[in-house]
């Protein structure tokens, strides 16, 4: 059996498809397996709402290389389904716990539940230049596909950055 590729038509609707720049680029995003993995389990136990939390690592030369990764608590009760909203006393307490150590927070995850990996409007008005934001779509309960998005020079669009195993 093969997993539905959910697609909600709001995905390629005009306002969509505009924060997706679609221009190559040459950035990099380094995950080790056990890290996507607990992403990918995080998803599916946190299903059907969206689960969200913190890459931490470090960047260089245009590559974001994850090192941990940090659940924290999706505070969006009303739309859980659709929205996430990071507990604040959740990423102060990762902020904490790699204070004068050579990593830093570097980017934020969440899942889509029964929608596809890519960036939605309200994901646009809440990112940061410089941060990754990686999706994992969970379709049926089940991790499918992942994709890792940060903003372009300009800060108007996502770019997809290539996912490297490591
Ligand atoms: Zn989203």
């Known amino acids: 059996m093969t997993t539905p590729a959910y697609e909600p038509e709001r995905f390629t609707s005009p306002e969509y498809l505009s924060v997706i720049d679609e221009r190559p680029n040459c950035k990099q995003f380094n ?89 939605s409007p309200t994901d646009l008005e809440s990112a940061w230049d410089g941060f990754a934001y990686p999706i994992v779509s969970i379709c049926d309960g089940k991790a499918s596909d992942f994709r890792s998005w940060a903003l372009n020079d300009q800060s108007n669009a996502f770019q997809n950055i290539k996912v490297k195993e490591v």
């Not at 995950?31 to 890459?55: D, V, W």
């Not at 931490?56 to 924290?72: A, F, K, L, P, Y």
Request: charged share 20%; net charge negative; glycine share 8%.
């Open 31 to 119: 995950i080790p397996a056990s890290c996507l993995q607990a992403i990918k389990q995080q998803g599916e136990e946190g299903f059907p709402h969206e689960i969200c939390g913190l890459l931490i690592g470090n960047i260089s030369n245009d590559n974001w290389n994850i090192s941990e990764v940090r659940q924290v608590s999706n505070i969006n009760s009303e739309r859980a389904s659709d929205r996430f909203q990071l507990d604040p006393a959740g990423y102060q307490a990762v902020d904490k716990e790699f204070r004068g150590s050579k990593l830093e927070i570097i980017g934020v995850y969440h899942s889509h539940p029964d929608c596809p990996a890519k960036p």
